[in-house]
C-alpha cells in the first residue's frame, strides 16, 4: 500500500474479509494502531433471515503489518441484528 489511510485499510479489511469468509461485510467498526501494524474490526452478515432484525451477524479482527498488508483475521462474536451492546 503506497500511502497507508484509514479509508485505504478499511476498504482493504472488508474486500479480503468478504474473500476468505464467502458472506458480505457490512462495514468497519474501528480501526486503531497496534505494536507493528493496524487493527480493524469487521461487522459480516453470516446468516440472513426474515425479518431482518433477526439476521445473524459476525464481528471480525483483521489485522495488517506496518505496510497495510493483511496478516490475519479471525472472528470474535456473533449477534443478531437487533442486539443492543452494553455499556
Keep these: 500500500m503506497a500511502e497507508i489511510t484509514l479509508?485505504?485499510?478499511g476498504r482493504r479489511a472488508l474486500e479480503e474479509l468478504e474473500a476468505l469468509?464467502?458472506?458480505p461485510a457490512e462495514g468497519v467498526t474501528a480501526i486503531s494502531r497496534i505494536d507493528g501494524g493496524w487493527k480493524a474490526l469487521v461487522d459480516v452478515l453470516?446468516?440472513?433471515?426474515?425479518?431482518?432484525t433477526t439476521d445473524v451477524l459476525a464481528s471480525y479482527e483483521v489485522t495488517f503489518d506496518g505496510d497495510g498488508e493483511v496478516t490475519g483475521?479471525?472472528?470474535t462474536g456473533r449477534f443478531l441484528r437487533s442486539q443492543v451492546e452494553d455499556r
Excluded at 453470516?46 to 431482518?52: D, K, M, Q, S, Y
Design 7 to 9: 479509508a485505504k485499510l
Design 21 to 23: 469468509v464467502g458472506c
Design 46 to 52: 453470516e446468516l440472513a433471515r426474515v425479518p431482518e
Design 73 to 75: 483475521y479471525r472472528r
